[in-house]
């Protein structure tokens, strides 16, 4: 028969181990197995979050100041009015009076201006690509500097003495693109590039005149039949409010200056392409600012 104090004993030492493991099984159950590498583990939590960027997903819309310089080159315009007047005198067939340029090709205008822009962006993290529709009000005038040309030709035996004169003017009122962009987030900065349709409204009027004598002998001469004869041709051509169109490069730079206003400056260069001959370019640097919604 066991003893009642063995017995108490016993039972004691029962309760002490089940206390012990008690205590220890929620630790036994929740850590991981151990390994050689857990030595070299800092103890404590670590966590690491998405990097932040500035947000610039969504539309906005914003107004600008507008520095524009255009360039025209009227050098080909006088070439077709002289060429319909006289289709079919020799003194265009053969002598090709009609590629002689009394225009220059390098007539400049500055002019300053106002307008304003809307977009949408889509952001995946630091990389932008967006949609924007820019407008600029930035009226300017172009004015073709003349350069007489007088020269004698001489044509299937005969002479000609040629005079040729002309005028050409081009006023482009308004302008804009519809671009796509692309741009990269640095900080609080937004530069990004462009590419696109350009689009503008102007007016345009060319005059060209070639006029002489044609001779059997030389010129000048007194006129007398079939032996000198007088001629003038060519022509007159313009319109207002016409359209005209191109593509549109440049780049810039957006600043968020809060989390939905951001300032902007940027450079624009638009080749339009050419109306009655005339081939006009615009390069327009803009500072403005806009509201991201």
Same mark, same amino acid.
């Given at each position: $028969?066991?003893?009642?104090?063995?017995?108490?004993?016993?039972? $004691?030492?029962?309760?002490?181990?089940?206390?012990?493991?008690?205590?220890?099984?929620?630790?036994?159950?929740?850590?991981? %197995?151990? =390994?050689?590498?857990?030595?070299?583990?800092?103890?404590? %939590?670590? !966590?690491?979050? %998405?990097?932040?960027?500035?947000?610039?997903?969504?539309?906005?819309?914003?107004? +600008?100041?507008?520095?524009?310089?255009?360039?025209?080159?009227?050098?080909?315009?006088?070439?077709?009015?002289?060429?319909?007047?006289? +289709?079919?005198?020799?003194?265009?067939?053969?002598?090709?009076?009609?590629?002689?340029?009394?225009?220059?090709? =390098?007539?400049?205008?500055?002019?300053?201006?106002?307008?304003?822009?809307?977009? &949408? =962006?889509?952001?995946? +993290?630091?990389?932008?690509?967006?949609?924007?529709? =820019? @407008?600029?009000?930035?009226?300017?005038?172009?004015?073709?500097?003349?350069?007489?040309?007088?020269?004698?030709?001489?044509?299937?035996?005969?002479?000609?003495?040629?005079? $040729?004169? /002309?005028?050409?003017?081009?006023?482009?009122?308004?302008?804009?693109?519809?671009?796509?962009?692309?741009? &990269?987030?640095?900080?609080?900065?937004?530069? &990004?590039?462009?590419?696109?349709?350009?689009?503008?409204?102007?007016? @345009?009027?060319? !005059?060209?005149?070639?006029?002489? +004598?044609?001779? !059997?002998?030389?010129? *000048?001469?007194?006129?007398?039949?079939?032996?000198?004869?007088?001629?003038?041709? /060519?022509?007159?051509?313009? #319109?207002?409010?016409?359209?005209? &169109?191109?593509?549109?490069?440049?780049?810039?730079?957006?600043?968020?200056?809060?989390?939905?206003?951001?300032?902007?400056?940027? @450079?624009?260069?638009?080749?339009?392409? *050419?109306?009655?001959?005339?081939?006009?370019?615009?390069?327009?640097?803009?500072?403005?600012?806009?509201? #991201?919604?």
């Amino acid at each position: $028969m066991i003893a009642p104090d063995d017995e108490r004993a016993r039972l $004691m030492r029962w309760v002490i181990c089940a206390a012990i493991v008690g205590a220890l099984a929620p630790n036994l159950l929740l850590a991981p %197995p151990a =390994n050689a590498a857990d030595l070299d583990q800092l103890r404590g %939590p670590l !966590t690491v979050g %998405p990097a932040a960027f500035t947000r610039w997903a969504g539309f906005y819309a914003g107004g +600008q100041f507008d520095y524009s310089s255009g360039n025209t080159d009227f050098s080909k315009a006088t070439g077709p009015l002289i060429s319909n007047s006289g +289709q079919n005198l020799a003194l265009v067939t053969i002598a090709q009076i009609n590629t002689w340029n009394p225009l220059n090709s =390098n007539s400049n205008a500055n002019a300053t201006g106002w307008g304003g822009f809307v977009g &949408y =962006n889509t952001q995946w +993290q630091d990389l932008i690509l967006g949609i924007e529709a =820019n @407008y600029t009000h930035a009226p300017f005038n172009t004015v073709a500097t003349v350069t007489p040309l007088d020269r004698v030709v001489s044509v299937a035996g005969l002479t000609d003495s040629v005079h $040729m004169t /002309g005028s050409g003017s081009l006023s482009i009122s308004d302008f804009g693109s519809v671009r796509a962009r692309f741009g &990269y987030v640095f900080n609080n900065f937004l530069p &990004y590039g462009f590419a696109g349709l350009a689009l503008g409204r102007g007016s @345009y009027n060319v !005059t060209a005149d070639a006029s002489g +004598q044609q001779s !059997t002998g030389s010129v *000048p001469c007194t006129p007398a039949p079939g032996t000198c004869v007088d001629y003038d041709i /060519g022509g007159a051509t313009g #319109k207002s409010n016409t359209l005209l &169109y191109g593509f549109a490069v440049g780049g810039g730079v957006d600043w968020a200056v809060t989390q939905n206003i951001f300032l902007r400056g940027e @450079y624009e260069f638009i080749q339009f392409a *050419p109306v009655a001959n005339i081939t006009a370019t615009i390069s327009s640097v803009r500072a403005g600012a806009g509201f #991201k919604f």
